[in-house]
């Protein structure tokens, strides 16, 4: 079945660093979506990306959706206290009813 | 009405009890999503319906698992006889028909079967 895979699995950095992440696949995608899940709640769309090669932003937040169209990276810039929390991938293969297959996520922790 | 509200928000419950969690989706989202999220891991897809028909069932809904949708607004998830492996956070979402973004979702029902 389709499978994302994120890497790193965790990250713990410096408050003002700049982060990257990403996710891969076997498998083409049409949709990359990005989200951000805080404990005890649930995913928040951060970016969501449509076309091979674009390249999106939403404040501190840049997200790519690869050439290939398997794979995505997401980059913090800046990091910030509140940016603590795990960061999903999710894809969108356009089938009719719209599931998404989500990444096994990054837990990102900033140390102030 | 401004997110996608779920009830009750934790749940702890014995072996072999039934358990019903209610979702309400945000009110003109004609679409509505089950997620069932483990610790550690992203959330993997359960079902979804379209107004009241259920459309679309994961493998991972075993048959101790029903979900309704009586008149296409609120969505309730029923377990029988729940057992621990069912301990996970139930999260339910929804989303316009047309939409292809990523849907909304809710702050999940998080349960513990003892």
């Known amino acids: 079945g389709q499978q994302l895979n994120q890497s790193p699995q965790s990250m713990f950095i410096q408050e003002g660093e700049d982060v990257s992440m990403n996710c891969t696949s076997s498998?083409?995608?049409?949709?990359w979506l990005w989200y951000k899940q805080d404990p005890g709640e649930g995913p928040v769309l951060l970016i969501a990306?449509?076309?091979?090669?674009e390249l999106t932003s939403n404040g501190r937040l840049t997200a790519q959706f690869g050439i290939t169209r398997k794979d995505s990276f997401l980059n913090i810039s800046a990091s910030i206290p509140s940016d603590v929390g795990i960061y999903f991938c999710?894809?969108?293969?356009?089938?009719?009813?719209?599931?998404?297959?989500f990444g096994g996520g990054t837990r990102l922790m900033v140390k102030p | 009405d401004t997110g996608v509200s779920q009830d009750p928000r934790h749940k702890i419950t014995k072996r072999g009890q039934n358990v019903t969690f209610r979702c309400d989706p945000i009110s003109e989202h004609n679409r509505l999503y089950w997620y069932r999220q483990t610790l550690g891991q992203g959330p993997e897809f359960l079902t979804y319906f379209q107004n009241e028909a259920q459309l679309e069932k994961s493998r991972l809904l075993s048959d101790r698992f029903s979900a309704e949708r009586p008149k296409g607004s609120f969505s309730t998830l029923e377990i029988q006889r729940t057992e621990q492996g069912d301990s996970a956070m139930y999260l339910c979402?929804?989303?316009?028909?047309?939409?292809?973004?990523?849907?909304?979702f809710g702050s999940g029902t998080r349960l513990t079967v003892v």
């Open positions: 990306l449509y076309k091979a090669g």
């Open positions: 979402a929804s989303s316009l028909t047309a939409s292809n973004y990523g849907y909304t």
């Open positions: 999710a894809s969108l293969k356009g089938n009719a009813g719209n599931m998404l297959t």
């Open positions: 498998s083409i995608f049409n949709t």
